[in-house]
């Protein structure tokens, strides 16, 4: 009985253990739920915001003057936030019906609304029933996604009323054989060399016509109206393969000569486009002219000077609207060009554009002959002299050649101004030759170890410690004088009046939140600088030797790399594999950031101060 009784409370002991298995993993469930929490952390960064237009659509009045476009963040954020933008032709014409835009948009901090001002020409021309339009585009946002609309579509209405002229009362009216060719989309088609095309009216009252004609890079055309009926004076207006105003002409030479005459050089295959239209307010009735177009060998020189050959490949060039495109790397440069004045004029400046992106390092260089004496300046994507200007005349001593460096402070078209330092007399202008390139790398080159600062440390007993210049410095270079006389802002050599302790300004560039999760592998380049001639850009003797950069894994804190900065300040982690965001560490100057995704490149400033005179 005993032995029997004891399995029995054995088996007993089973099933109380069994069978509440279910009801305990139940509580076990419950308890293990988060409670109510009265507050969460906010994110290391915020989400990016989008930037784009209120609407994809909008009607103007010609007569509106300035219209301002409205662009919008659908979130506040603390940081600047910037946007390119540029206008599109559509049915309207840039420099015709509207003006041309183009730049960089910037929201300050907790900015939710900027504007772009567009201005809408009015003219006195009757442009039909049908409201003409044109194209704003936003691209390239930085700190920032692009949002939709991104296009926006602007129509212009005109106010210029119907011509009332009409053929009945006149027994016999010439409607020539061209029309409807009164806009670049209707334009009629003619060849260069070809004979005249005769018997052209600009009639009615307004009346203009276009024409439209195959161009070869770097072959030069005359476009030239003749014959005409007395009563008609032309006036000329040529385009290039993109709608881009190129010349323009009222009357060509000769006393008492209406007729027009433009000569230029093409810069790319393609089609170019011919206006004409009436300075005489005469009746046009019956009146005709003739429009031809010939290749020529070269420019026309003036009575005084010997026609010479040479002109390159992108004249005419000599104006920012001109700007000749520069690609970027070995073999996307010119060869060959050179100081041939283009329509006669004195002197042959150059200009060209390179689209460039923040953060990298470009330098451009010319290559001359044993002729020509180059001098190189760079303005910003509005046509001003960077601060303090930015110009080089020699590369080094004996070597004629222009070399000039900028580490991009924006995304956007940075031109380039390459002049002869003493004009050359027009006809030994052709021998003047040079080859110009432009290459490009993600960080500052590094120089020939010269370290210029070190960091003296704390003495005994606290303080702070000081950066030091070494007894061999670099010797300053003042920027080479441009070829127009443009003041040089020196403001920069006067040290501040007030010492203060150091100043740590990071310039950190936009980094992309990757689209979805598991490993990754980024690259990240940090450049510390101590900026000795208050430029706000890294130079080639400004950088911090010897600084330790570490990173870090940001969610637990494991150290994924360490290194130390080289002469010209940069360290360079590459290929670093991480699931989530990393942490950029610079210990001894207390510097942390996060960096969320993709790569990055981080420029870190450190700003000048007067040294104490002793050690109290």
């Known amino acids: 009985m005993n032995n029997a009784g004891s399995a029995i409370n054995v088996r007993k002991r089973v099933m109380l253990l069994v069978l509440p298995l279910p009801i305990l993993l139940l509580v076990f469930f419950f308890a293990l739920q988060p409670g109510p929490r009265a507050a969460e952390a906010a994110p290391l960064l915020q989400t990016l915001p989008t930037v784009s237009f209120p609407q994809s659509q909008i009607t103007v009045l010609e007569s509106v003057g300035t219209v301002n476009v409205e662009v919008r963040l659908n979130t506040a954020v603390a940081f600047n936030v910037s946007v390119n933008y540029a206008t599109l032709n559509g049915t309207a014409t840039g420099g015709q019906d509207y003006g041309i835009a183009t730049g960089v948009l910037t929201f ?50 005109d106010n210029d009323p119907a011509p009332t002229t009409t053929p009945a009362a006149t027994p016999f009216v010439l409607v020539d054989a061209y029309e409807p060719n009164n806009s670049l989309g209707t334009a009629f088609t003619i060849a260069a060399g070809a004979a005249k095309s005769c018997n052209a009216t600009l009639w009615p009252v307004g009346d203009e016509d276009y024409y439209r004609f195959v161009g070869k890079a770097g072959s030069t055309y005359q476009v030239a109206t003749s014959d005409l009926t007395p009563g008609l004076d032309t006036f000329l207006t040529v385009y290039g393969v993109n ?12 006393l008492g000569n209406r007729s027009s005459l433009v000569r230029f050089t093409a810069r790319q295959d393609g089609f170019y486009y011919a206006r004409v239209t009436n300075r005489d307010p005469s009746d046009p009735t019956n009146k005709t002219y003739c429009i031809q177009v010939t290749v020529v060998e070269g420019p026309t020189p003036t009575p005084s000077q010997t026609p010479v050959p040479g002109q390159d490949v992108c004249e005419f060039n000599s104006t920012l609207a001109t700007a000749c495109v520069l690609g970027v790397g070995p073999g996307n440069g010119f060869t060959g060009m050179s100081f041939v004045p283009s329509l006669g004029s004195a002197r042959d400046t150059d200009y060209y554009k390179l689209w460039m992106r923040q953060g990298t390092f470009y330098t451009c260089d010319t290559y001359v ?52 330092v003493v004009a050359p007399p027009y006809e030994e202008s052709f021998l003047h030759r040079y080859d110009i390139e ?33 007894a061999t410095t670099t010797p300053l270079v003042v920027p ?13 050599l006067t040290p501040p009046a007030t010492p203060t302790p150091p100043i740590i300004q990071v310039q950190p560039l936009p980094t992309v939140t990757p689209v979805g999760g598991g490993q990754q592998a980024v690259t990240i380049n940090v450049t510390v600088y101590y900026d000795a001639n208050f430029n706000y850009l890294p130079e080639l003797n400004e950088g911090v ?54 790569s990055a490149t981080i420029l870190v400033r450190i700003a000048p101060q007067p040294l104490p005179i002793g050690i109290p």
């Open 480 to 492: 080479t004088f441009p070829p127009t006389p443009t003041p040089i802002d020196f403001s920069f």
């Open 545 to 598: 030797q010897s600084l330790a950069v570490a990173l870090y894994e940001n969610a637990t804190g494991n150290l994924l790399a360490f290194g130390s900065t080289n002469a010209a300040g940069t360290v360079t982690f590459a290929s670093i594999a991480t699931t989530g965001a990393v942490r950029v560490s610079v210990p001894f100057l207390n510097y942390n950031q996060v960096v969320v995704g993709g």
């Open 243 to 254: 709608g881009e105003f190129i010349s323009e002409n009222d009357d060509a030479p000769g």
């Open 108 to 157: 300050p901090p907790n900015t939710l609304t900027r504007t772009i001002p567009i201005l809408i020409i009015n003219d006195t021309i009757y442009e039909g029933p049908t409201d003409e339009f044109f194209y704003l585009r936003l691209f390239d946002p930085i700190s920032a996604t692009l949002g939709s609309p991104s296009i926006l579509q602007i129509f212009i209405r």
């Open 369 to 420: 002959n044993e002729y020509a004496d180059t001098n190189m300046i760079f303005l910003d994507a509005n046509g001003n002299d960077f601060q303090p200007n930015l110009g080089n005349n020699d590369k080094a001593f004996g070597d004629y050649g222009s070399r000039l460096s900028i580490l991009a402070p924006y995304t956007g078209w940075l031109y380039i101004v390459v002049g002869p």
């Open 438 to 470: 432009c290459l490009a790398s993600v960080f500052t080159p590094t120089p020939t170890p010269s370290p210029t600062a070190v960091f003296v440390p704390p003495p005994p007993g606290g303080g702070g410690g000081v950066l030091q210049p070494t």
